[in-house]
């Protein structure tokens, strides 16, 4: 089992930036890709970028490519996401989600992970 607890949303004017952290409980951190969602008022929850467990790969969604960030410190049990340039429709609740694997490998699907945090708001004023 695997409790996340996300933190650092806020609100921030557009062309500014943010750095979301998401720590993990456990021992075993190092044996689950991690993944960053958000979800907009009145939207699904979509995709937003990935990480392997050792931190070797990312993956990013089109819409954020190049100016978000995921990274991660095994030793300290937290996954984060810096968020460059951002805009207004960035808005979103962001959460953080688990999937324990032996692969080095990133999934993109919700339906994929098996633990998530409880989100943190991040609003962009344009």
């Known amino acids: 089992q695997v409790q996340l607890v996300e933190s650092g949303g806020g609100l921030v004017q557009a062309g500014g930036s943010l750095r979301l952290s998401c720590a993990a409980s456990g021992r075993t951190f190092r044996s689950y890709a991690m993944g960053w969602f958000r979800q907009g008022p009145g939207k699904e929850r979509l995709f937003v970028g990935g990480?392997?467990?050792?931190?070797?790969?990312?993956y990013y969604a089109d819409s954020v490519k190049g100016r978000f960030t995921i990274s991660r410190d095994n030793a300290k049990n937290t996954v984060y996401l810096q968020m460059n340039s951002l805009k207004p429709e960035d808005t979103a609740v962001y959460y953080c989600a688990a999937r324990y694997t032996t692969q080095a490998i990133i999934f993109r699907g919700r339906y994929e992970y098996d633990y998530w945090g409880q989100g943190t708001q991040v609003t962009v004023s344009s």
């Open positions: 990480i392997s467990c050792s931190g070797g790969s990312t």
